[in-house]
């Protein structure tokens, strides 16, 4: 038996649904986008709101939805939530501060313009975002649009591992948004092994 969103409303934990700290509650998802919501976009939302720290039950297909619809609404979501992210840890990654996009020693061009150039790790990540939100918008929607999406977005989350310890791991334990990444881009093979060079969480194993 499908379990409900209902059933999963009525039975979540006391104090374990959070929002994003210093965020209230309708805002937590204002990162607005010119996308159209839909109703898969609210059933993921909906879902989110009570299961956010459960991802196998987050990442369980709907049996309405058919495989790329659901990494579609996914991915739609987690770049929603980036935006809010990227927010967060441009308070301490700066133009300034971190002049070009690396994570440890590798050094990543900006695909974000008409050809690949180098950009500051704050600018990668806006550009990107932007990019992937684009993509996503105009139907983008195939296996390997998403690969490419998936590689990209991925070294955002790398950069803030390796150069803002603090802000990931905070943002990390408020959202498990990281976590939901890689979990996604293993299940869909989105991703291959040697590009995952944040070492495995608690929560992505
Ligand atoms: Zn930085
Ligand atoms: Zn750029």
Redesign the pocket.
């Known amino acids: 038996m499908t379990q409900t969103l209902e059933t999963w409303e009525g039975f979540h934990k006391p104090g374990r649904q959070r929002v994003l700290p210093g965020t209230k509650e309708e805002d937590s998802f204002a990162w607005s986008y010119d996308m159209a919501s839909s109703n898969n976009q609210l059933y993921l939302q909906t879902l989110l709101r009570a299961k956010r720290f459960d991802i196998d039950v987050l990442l369980e297909q709907p049996q309405q939805m058919d495989e790329l619809t659901w990494l579609y609404e996914h991915m739609r979501q987690i770049c929603i939530e980036l935006g809010l992210y990227i927010s967060v840890v441009h308070r301490e990654?700066t133009e300034k501060?971190?002049p070009i996009m690396r994570a440890q020693d590798t050094t990543y061009y900006c695909a974000g313009h008409g050809s690949p150039r180098p950009c500051s790790?704050?600018g990668y990540a806006v550009h990107t975002l932007d990019y992937a939100v684009k993509q996503l918008s105009q139907g983008d929607t195939s296996l390997k649009h998403f690969q490419s999406m998936v590689r990209r977005l991925y070294r955002i989350f790398a950069?803030v591992y390796f150069?803002?310890r603090q802000v990931f791991e905070t943002q990390e334990t408020a959202t498990y948004l990281y976590a939901r990444f890689v979990r996604l881009a293993r299940k869909y093979e989105l991703a291959p092994e040697s590009q995952i060079i944040i070492p495995e969480l608690p929560t992505t194993v």
């Open positions: 990654c501060q971190c790790a704050i950069h150069h803002h």
